[in-house]
């Protein structure tokens, strides 16, 4: 069973420019999830997705990040005008609210922001 | 509100030697708990979790966790440590019905030969 895959893996942008993350879960799995993880602390949730719609996005800075989930499978995570500040490594996870499986977590995207 | 504390930011032992990572967590109810472990550039992985019953679960390569709900305490074990158990291990809380979760900053481990 493929897992939940990333893409891209590492991203290095200037201050001011936009990046997006893209993230296609595991078959199946009806929650998907983004994370923020900066060095050295632990992941933090930023939005969460239930099918296609947004059940919880109360911790996405609105003004710079949007995220979407258009067809309740794949995700993808928008920044725009990046700065330092983002610099993180950006977690995609799902899990299924049926089975109330674990959730599972791709390798991540590293952003830089210069 | 919920929270998870790792009071050690680094554990440094012996190949061999038995180890304990901390885990306090503030939750008002019945937590869920966790710990996953994540290598260089890779993904977290669930070691363990705890759903209400026996305060001590088993998870993979040996690891185990016991629950204690009069410390808030959620704490890490292994007999003995192997080299490529070097890792940083995080634990985490999510509440009954809802598997969104929140984390420590994690506890990186060194593992000396």
């Known amino acids: 069973e493929a897992g939940v895959t990333q893409s891209p893996r590492y991203a290095v942008l200037q201050e001011g420019q936009a990046v997006s993350f893209w993230c296609d879960p595991i078959?199946?799995?009806?929650?998907l999830y983004w994370y923020q993880q900066p060095r050295d602390q632990g992941p933090q949730l930023l939005v969460y997705?239930?099918?296609?719609?947004?059940?919880?996005n109360s911790q996405l800075p609105s003004d710079r990040f949007s995220a979407v989930r258009p067809k309740g499978t794949n995700s993808t995570l928008k920044i725009q005008s990046a700065k330092q500040g983002d610099t993180a490594t950006y977690l995609c996870?799902?899990?299924?609210?049926?089975?109330?499986?674990?959730?599972?977590f791709g390798k991540g995207t590293r952003l830089t922001v210069v | 509100a919920q929270s998870v504390t790792q009071p050690d930011a680094r554990v440094t032992v012996s190949e061999g030697a038995s180890l304990q990572l901390r885990c306090k967590y503030s939750?008002?109810?019945?937590?869920?708990l966790f710990w996953y472990v994540q290598y260089p550039r890779q993904g977290l992985q669930l070691l363990l979790k705890?759903?209400?019953?026996?305060?001590v679960v088993q998870g993979v390569n040996g690891f185990e966790a016991e629950f204690s709900k009069s410390n808030s305490s959620f704490h890490l074990r292994k007999a003995s440590v192997h080299w490529s158990d070097w890792a940083v291990y995080f634990c985490?809380?999510?509440?009954?019905?809802?598997?969104?979760?929140?984390f420590g900053d994690g506890t990186q481990l060194v593992v000396k030969p």
């Open positions: 939750y008002f109810g019945t937590p869920y």
């Open positions: 997705f239930r099918d296609e719609a947004v059940i919880d």
């Open positions: 996870a799902s899990s299924s609210s049926q089975t109330n499986t674990e959730v599972f």
């Open positions: 705890y759903y209400p019953g026996d305060p």
């Open positions: 078959s199946g799995h009806d929650t």
């Open positions: 985490a809380v999510s509440m009954e019905g809802n598997n969104r979760i929140f």
